[in-house]
C-alpha cells in the first residue's frame, strides 16, 4: 500500500512563494514518476509538474520559470517550490505518484494553495 503524504502551502500574496513537500511510503515502482497537480474551483485538475525517476521532468507552460519541481529517490520524495506567485495559481494542490508501465495513479490528500492579489 503506498501513502502519500503532504506538507506545505497555505496562503501567500502575489508574487510570494510557498513550497510543498510529499513523502511516498510502501513499495513503488522503480520506473514512475512524482509530481503536482492542481485543481482550482470549477476546473478539472491539471498536470503542474512531475519528475521520472530517469530526471526527466515536464512542466505546465503556465508555471515554466516559476516553479521548480525536485526529487529524491533514496528518500522517495518530491518537493515543488513555487516563486512569483500569482492569484491563477491558487487551487487545491496534490501530490502523485504513477507508476510505469501499467500506468496506476496513487494521491496524496491535497493541500490548499490560496494567492490573494
Known amino acids: 500500500q503506498v501513502q502519500l503524504v503532504e506538507s506545505g502551502g497555505g496562503m501567500v500574496q502575489a508574487g510570494g512563494s510557498l513550497r510543498l513537500s510529499c513523502a511516498a511510503s510502501g513499495r513503488i515502482s522503480s520506473f514512475n514518476a512524482m509530481g503536482w497537480y492542481r485543481q482550482a474551483p470549477g476546473k478539472q485538475r491539471e498536470l503542474v509538474a512531475a519528475?521520472?525517476?530517469?530526471?526527466?521532468?515536464n512542466y505546465a507552460d503556465s508555471v515554466k520559470g516559476r516553479f521548480i519541481i525536485a526529487r529524491d529517490n533514496n528518500k522517495n520524495t518530491v518537493s515543488l517550490q513555487m516563486n512569483s506567485l500569482k492569484p491563477e495559481d491558487t487551487a487545491v494542490y496534490y501530490c502523485?505518484?504513477?507508476?510505469?508501465?501499467?500506468?496506476?495513479?496513487?494521491w496524496g490528500q491535497g493541500t490548499q494553495v490560496t494567492v490573494s492579489s
Open positions: 502523485n505518484v504513477r507508476e510505469y508501465p501499467r500506468k496506476y495513479d496513487y
Open positions: 519528475e521520472l525517476s530517469g530526471g526527466s521532468t
